[in-house]
């Protein structure tokens, strides 16, 4: 099996689904006592959620690059930055090592095609619903995104910083989700894609009236396909 390297810690809740993910996609795959060949570099969430909300990208890239080159020196063949909103720095970090690093929209936007979906609403934090960066590698691949929502975007923010990041997961956000995914549906959109690797904490994505396209899961097996490629 090839060697996957994770850049986690944004946030440790979503870096322990991917690990969990992946290990349970190659158990399945290979049977015993298989598991992932994993090396994860976790990085402090505080510090680069501060750099993120300052809006100082130099800063955020500086930090995720390092990590990047790390596990590229401890031998992994290839990468995953844990974090939708971090895609924002992608091109940076790619630039910096030899290995490929696996673009969450890309993989999500390649299975919406598949899959024959050509509308779809885009549930994330802020910066990944309202600027281009990720919209854009969606677009490019046939699918048509509604408007983003501004006041949904500020408020799965405070949701996501205040409670999801730190491992709690509240009623009232589970409620305010659910009522969400219910107005959604009654748009003319055929999926949701939800492009934030925490929100599967609070949204059932088997449950609901759309099919939803969860980053996290479509990532995490993407990096697991790779370790069982030959």
Not at 154 to 179: C, H, N, P, Q, T
């Amino acid at each position: 099996m090839h060697k996957l390297g994770l850049i986690g810690g944004l946030s440790w809740t979503s870096t322990a689904r991917y690990y969990e993910i992946i290990n349970q996609t190659v158990h399945r795959t290979k049977g015993g006592q298989n598991s992932a060949p994993l090396l994860i570099e976790s990085l402090n969430f505080a510090e680069v959620a501060r750099c993120a909300t300052q809006d100082d990208w130099d800063c955020a890239s500086g930090q995720l690059i390092g990590a990047a080159q790390r596990l590229e020196q401890a031998g992994a063949k290839c990468l995953l930055i844990c974090a939708n909103s971090m895609h924002r720095i992608y091109e940076q970090v790619q630039a910096a090592v030899e290995v490929p690093i696996l673009h969450i929209a890309d993989l999500v936007g390649q299975k919406m095609k598949a899959e024959g979906v050509e509308k779809a609403a885009l549930i994330g934090t802020g910066n990944v619903m309202k600027e281009k960066f990720y919209r854009q590698r969606l677009v490019g691949h046939g699918i048509s995104l509604l408007p983003a929502d501004m006041d949904l975007a500020d408020r799965i923010d405070r949701i996501v910083y205040d409670e999801l990041a730190v491992g709690k997961v509240s009623r009232e956000s589970e409620r305010f989700m659910k009522s969400e995914m219910t107005d959604i549906a009654k748009e003319d959109v055929q999926a949701v894609v939800l492009a934030c690797t925490e929100l599967e904490m609070i949204v059932d994505v088997k449950a609901n009236v759309l099919p939803i396209y969860d980053c996290t899961s479509i990532h995490a097996k993407a990096g697991a396909a790779f370790i069982l490629s030959e």
